[in-house]
């Protein structure tokens, strides 16, 4: 039968090991066979293996073959990858170191000569300094002289400015005659006194040459006699051609004080006004107006024309500041040109430098992450590596792993601690050895199959810390066919009540009234079912489900009761019974996975003696199981750890030390592990002492089990002595 289900399957093992395995399975069988005698004649206990049970069991063995290979196989890739990344790390840090020192040379010369240049640029910087001291003297001189000039000038402007009515007046006046009022004027033989006196007053300013000067009444008023000048001066000046345009462009510069003194003999004369003088003509009205206008801005200008002259000789001071301004500041500014030019090396050779230190730093940084991760990695790498080398001798010993685990949990639920050490040791282990099976020496099954932060878990949920409850939480969790609890004393049933509790576990029983709706729900939405107090049968109606007769329809997985119901793979059942010794038949067996939760002495009294401090010391009680739970959560915590830090070293693209992020995680993630394993020391030395201090009280606990297991045993007398587990921890 072996041969047939086992021969086409792949193994990595070689033909001849397989056969021996085939052989082996045989042996298997018929030597549970013959151990269910000796069980039966020792213990008077019924148990039964049929051909459905030896099936089962060459199923289990494939299936967790196939699933511990590919464990192997996975963890074989991840820690060989993990340590080629390790290795390539290696390598890569001595190029780097290599790197580093080339790098750290060209950083040293390019400092060496960026202080060079700093030392140049420090004492072209002085000399430009002294420059633009120079420069600031003279530009302070220059803007002071300009802001003088501009003073002066504005003075001066302010000056002319109030000349400039005079002159606008004159023009104005000059504007104002026309060529035709000058011949009129002129055709006078004896013209009026004012209009001879007017032309005199023209005469004086021109300078035109007169007659000896005398003076004469005019009605009541004694006025210069101007009549003289008029036929022998005035006519002559007004027969000129471009007599009003010489007025226009009269040269107002020649005019001096005793010009005007000579003027103030007419002007002083009552009736010389334009008003007056317009009566007796146009021409001579503009004449008065443009002499009286000459003389005023004489005295304006007598005024302005110094300040002029010196706003000129400034200008041409200023003229010649500005030109030294201007050599100062092209040659301050060729010094600062070359300033510059140095200053654009220096930055350039700064940004080098920076560039190289950056560089150099960055390697710096690269390497001396990833020498800690390295250095912190060592221990790992001593394992991986080992570990790695074993990989082959691994995969070859699943052969007889496999076995050993496939038929502890197959066969050996319904036995007792006694039987199944000596089964696994004489039959299973013992026959492995004999036939030449690859098997690891001294297999512990129970940590073959479940992680020590597993066991934690079902602990902190109620399952007993001894080792026979541990292999049955192992049965109960791995077996192929569904577990049916021999649980007298209700430890299974509570284990199994708060560790599904939070897969919202349906507790029933056969003779419940809504058991088949209960059933058909928990089938269909894949909730965990517990069917409680069976008695030495099971519904037939079961039958379906223990067999697992499941078809695919459509997308849908269905089950056939008495209808079609849908089924969820996530879908679990427990039986228990509280039957001390029931007797199953061999078709029920056969369907089933029976184990025997029965409570052993070691278990017992560990849980009585746990009562017994929680009563005397509850703080330490309490203290304790709060250890237990942070141990579970560290275990838990490392483990998932250390498979972090293999997952993402394995899985990392490129070079690992390009990937600084990764390097950051990855060291996090081991300094993590660290702080967690030494959290787990510190727990451990903990519960040393805990433990030291509650063995005081286990003789106590040890005399309390032996009366247990001694009153249990009235009952094979008459069962009118039965005494529950419960009863007695109320009495206790």
């Known amino acids: 039968v072996s041969t047939k289900f086992i021969g086409d399957f792949a193994m990595a093992c070689s033909d001849e090991d397989k056969f021996k ?8 069988h018929v030597a549970v066979t013959k ?82 240049l700093l030392k140049e640029i420090s004492a072209n910087t002085a000399i430009a300094e002294k420059e633009k001291a120079k420069v600031n003297v003279i530009v302070e001189g220059v803007t002071a002289k300009a802001e003088e000039i501009a003073a002066v000038k504005q003075d001066a402007e302010e000056d002319l400015k109030k000349a400039q009515p005079a002159m606008d007046a004159a023009v104005a006046a000059l504007n104002s005659i026309k060529a035709s009022d000058i011949a009129t004027v002129k055709a006078l033989k004896k013209p009026p006194d004012l209009i001879a006196r007017i032309l005199d007053a023209v005469l004086v300013l021109r300078q035109y040459p007169m007659s000896k000067i005398s003076w004469h009444d005019v009605k009541g008023l004694q006025v210069i006699n101007a009549l003289e000048n008029w036929s022998a001066q005035s006519m002559k000046m007004m027969g000129e051609s471009g007599f009003l345009g010489s007025l226009m462009n009269f040269p107002k510069e020649a005019i001096n004080d005793e010009t005007c003194e000579f003027l103030d003999a007419y002007f002083d004369s009552p009736d010389f006004d334009a008003e007056l003088a317009a009566k007796a003509s146009g021409a001579a009205a503009g004449l008065c107006n443009w002499c009286l206008a000459m003389k005023t801005y004489h005295f304006v200008a007598k005024v302005v024309e110094p300040k002029i002259a010196a706003m000129r000789v400034a200008e041409a001071d200023l003229k010649v500041a500005m030109k030294e301004k201007n050599d100062a500041e092209e040659v301050m500014a060729g010094v600062q040109a070359k300033l510059d030019e140095m200053q654009a090396k220096f930055d350039a050779a700064m940004a080098e430098k920076q560039r190289l230190e950056d560089d150099a730093a960055a390697t710096q940084r690269k390497m001396d992450s990833a020498t800690a991760l390295i250095n912190a990695l060592a221990g790992e790498e001593i394992r991986w590596t080992e570990q790695s080398k074993q990989f082959d001798l691994q995969i070859q010993r699943l052969t007889g792993d496999c076995a050993l685990a496939s038929s502890f949990v197959s066969y050996l639920g319904p036995f007792n601690k006694e039987f199944r050490d000596l089964l696994c040791q004489r ?78 576990l349906r507790v029933t029983g056969l003779g419940e009234k809504m058991f088949r709706n ?28 223990l067999e697992k ?76 199981q709060a250890l237990v739970e942070e141990v579970t959560m560290y275990k838990k915590k490392i483990k998932q750890l250390e498979d972090d830090l293999l997952y993402r070293l394995a899985n990392s693209t490129g070079n690992l030390l390009d990937d ?15 702080d ?41 007398c008459d069962v009118m002595y039965q005494t529950s587990l419960g009863q007695f921890n109320q009495l206790y």
């Open 549 to 624: 007769r499941v078809v695919r329809k459509g997308k849908n997985l269905i089950i056939q009761l008495d209808k079609e119901v849908d089924f969820s793979e996530s879908f679990a059942m427990f039986c228990t019974t509280r039957l001390p010794n029931p007797h199953y038949s061999p078709e029920m067996s056969a369907k089933v996975t029976v184990i025997d939760f029965t409570v052993t002495a070691v278990g017992l009294e560990d849980q009585l003696l746990g009562k017994l401090i929680l009563k005397e010391k509850h703080e330490l009680e309490e203290q304790r």
């Open 35 to 116: 151990a269910c005698r000796e069980y039966f004649e020792k213990f008077r206990r019924n148990v039964y293996v049929t051909p459905k049970s030896y099936l089962s069991f060459i199923e289990g063995y494939k299936d967790l073959y196939t699933r511990k290979l590919s464990d192997v196989k996975v963890l074989a890739e991840k820690i060989n990858s993990g340590l080629s990344k390790l290795f390539e790390a290696k390598n890569d840090v001595k190029t780097m170191q290599v790197d580093l020192a080339v790098k750290n040379k060209d950083l040293a010369k390019a400092q060496t000569e960026a202080a060079a």
């Open 427 to 504: 039959d299973f282990y013992g026959d492995c050895a004999a036939r030449g099976i690859p098997i690891t020496e001294n297999l512990d099954v129970t940590r073959f199959l479940v992680e020590e932060s597993e066991i934690g878990e079902w602990n902190l949920q109620g399952l007993p810390t001894d080792e026979l409850s541990i292999q049955n939480g192992i049965m109960v969790t791995r077996a192929t066919r569904y577990p049916v609890l021999v649980d007298p004393q209700g430890q299974g049933v509570s284990w199994i009540k708060n560790r599904e509790e939070a897969n919202q």
């Open 676 to 716: 967690v394993n030494e959290k787990l020391a510190t727990a451990a030395d903990t519960n040393v002492k805990i433990t030291e201090a509650c063995e005081e009280y286990r003789p106590v606990a040890h005399r309390a089990t032996l009366m247990y297991f001694l009153i249990a045993e009235f009952a094979t």
């Open 660 to 674: 600084v992020e990764l390097i950051d995680v990855l060291n996090n993630t081991k300094q993590t592990a660290q």
């Open 518 to 545: 209960h059933l058909e729900d928990c089938l269909s939405y894949g909730k965990p079912m517990l069917i409680e107090n069976i008695e030495e049968e099971l519904d037939p109606m079961l039958d379906p489900v």
């Open 21 to 28: 395995l085939q052989e082996h399975m045989g042996h298997v």
